[in-house]
């Protein structure tokens, strides 16, 4: 036999598609977790059009119809998310051991999965740029939509990120309890956060009759929040996952890749959301 051929019979010479034997495994082989994310996001996009489609006297579909596709989709794309991140890392932990993972190839896909992210918002907030400065924005009706609600979510995001950082310094010092501790006060304030963003959304819509079929600003205001939303429920589950790890004795002084590669993305979810205070906040109604 050849070395090819041990290579082959191995297992590690070739690559195939994924297949029902390989369900669900992590990094390294074939997963169809990434495939019931991208279902899971893309089947967003879908439900926003629909509940577009719901609104007005001449609604082509139910408002239950978006609002089920909607709830649905999200929980498909947080379902594909915890089984992607619980079997690459979480699962293979024990599998494989502790030294398997390189710490730099993990912080450099997470700095390249951060730049796809900028692009993604850039793009929404270059599309809002165009129509704020069009003839289209003297005939929008702009509510006014900054008040304490939105100061006192601000002032949550920016606090969860204080309590990340100082739980990370502890859990590089060694100090697992205060990891811990800090780390559940993060994963505390960012659920709040997202409880304020839904109870915004329900006085608007309700109380107001602000929605995202209420002309050119309500379709920018709740397409980004809306997407900036989402990523802070994402980072949430990052987060409980790392909770989970750290209570199960998964972290180190000298291992916490996951907890870096976490924080980097809880810290830019917050600085998009100071950006949208400012511009989608607080500028809307500048002259």
């Known amino acids: 036999m050849s070395v090819s051929d041990e290579h082959a019979d191995d297992g590690h010479g070739e690559h195939h598609l994924p297949a029902t034997e390989d369900w669900p495994h992590g990094f390294g082989e074939a997963s169809w977790w990434p495939f019931v994310t991208a279902i899971g996001g893309s089947g967003i996009y879908v439900s926003a059009a629909l509940l577009v489609l719901s609104m007005g006297e001449n609604a082509l579909v139910s408002q239950t119809v978006g609002a089920g596709a909607m709830a649905g ?113 993060t994963l505390l304030l960012g659920i709040v956060f997202i409880g304020g963003q839904v109870y915004e959304y329900y006085e608007f819509i309700v109380h107001k009759g602000f929605s995202i079929g209420g002309g050119i600003y309500g379709s920018a205001f709740y397409g980004l929040t809306g997407l900036h939303g989402l990523h802070v429920t994402m980072g949430a589950v990052l987060l409980g996952i790392v909770f989970i790890r750290g209570y199960y004795g998964q972290y180190s002084a000298e291992r916490h ?27 809307a109604n500048l002259v």
């Open 73 to 185: 989709s999200v929980g498909l794309f947080l379902v594909g998310i915890y089984g992607w991140l619980y079997h690459a890392f979480v699962s293979d932990f024990w599998e494989r051991g502790t030294d398997y993972h390189s710490d730099k190839t993990l912080k450099f896909a997470m700095l390249l999965f951060l730049g796809s992210e900028i692009a993604t918002f850039g793009a929404g907030f270059v599309y809002y740029f165009i129509v704020r400065g069009g003839e289209v924005w003297t005939q929008a009706a702009v509510p006014e939509v900054f008040g304490s609600l939105v100061i006192v979510n601000t002032l949550l995001l920016i606090a969860s990120s204080v309590t990340l950082h100082y739980s990370h310094i502890a859990l590089r010092s060694g100090n697992r309890s205060r990891f811990l501790k800090l780390m559940g006060a």
């Open 257 to 283: 890749t996951s907890v870096s590669t976490a924080s980097m993305y809880w810290h830019f979810v917050d600085i998009v959301w100071i950006f949208l205070v400012v511009v989608l906040y607080m500028g």
